[in-house]
């Protein structure tokens, strides 16, 4: 399954957002710097929803705040 999502670094809290079906807002608060941002919205999906970091897999916007994530 293929999601669109919106992602705030710096945020006081770590946090899933469901906006519709397949598009998320998800809150960090990790630094968007040295790629830790990404690597925790993987830790923080695999934990939404309930599955391996491995399955998760940012396909499209690496560096942009839009991104296109991959859920296997």
């Not at 040295?34 to 830790?43: S, V």
Request: glycine fraction near 8%; aromatic fraction near 6%; charge should be positive.
């Amino acid at each position: 399954m293929r999601i669109y999502v919106k992602v705030t670094p710096r945020a006081s809290k770590n946090e899933v957002i469901k906006i519709s079906e397949g598009e998320y807002k998800v809150k960090l608060t990790a630094a968007p710097i040295d790629g830790k941002a990404n690597g925790m919205l993987i830790d923080i999906l695999a934990e939404y929803f309930g599955i391996a970091k491995s399955r998760i897999s940012i396909v499209g916007g690496k560096t942009a705040k839009t991104k296109i994530v991959n859920v296997a």
